[in-house]
């Protein structure tokens, strides 16, 4: 995770930018037709919880568990990390 910068307006506006993504899921709930809610009482996690997966913010190592579980895939069909160029130059700046 990193944060980002943004001039707007006169005034700073912080922007945090995660290095994962659940694209991956979001894809799979699509092509298996399942509706959030639906999958989210399937695998027994909150309506905050699902937002978070949504919004790629970090959610705990057990839920994507029990998500893996649920769905009956591995990891790395749920997350990516995400590439230099999704994460944007101010990360690349800071870690050169």
Do not use: W
């Not at 922007?15 to 899921?25: A, D, F, G, K």
């Not at 027994?44 to 769905?71: F, S």
Request: hydrophobic share 40%; charged share 30%.
């Amino acid at each position: 995770m990193y944060i980002a910068k943004h001039l707007t307006m006169a005034y700073i506006m912080y922007e945090v930018v995660y290095m994962l993504t659940y694209e991956p899921l979001r894809i799979l709930l699509v092509k298996r037709n399942l509706k959030k809610m639906e999958f989210a009482s399937m695998v027994g996690i909150t309506a905050p919880t699902l937002a978070k997966l949504m919004q790629d913010k970090p959610v705990t190592l057990d839920v994507l568990d029990r998500v893996c579980e649920t769905l009956d895939v591995e990891l790395h069909e749920v997350i990516r990390r995400r590439g230099k160029d999704e994460r944007g130059s101010d990360h690349d700046a800071k870690n050169d």
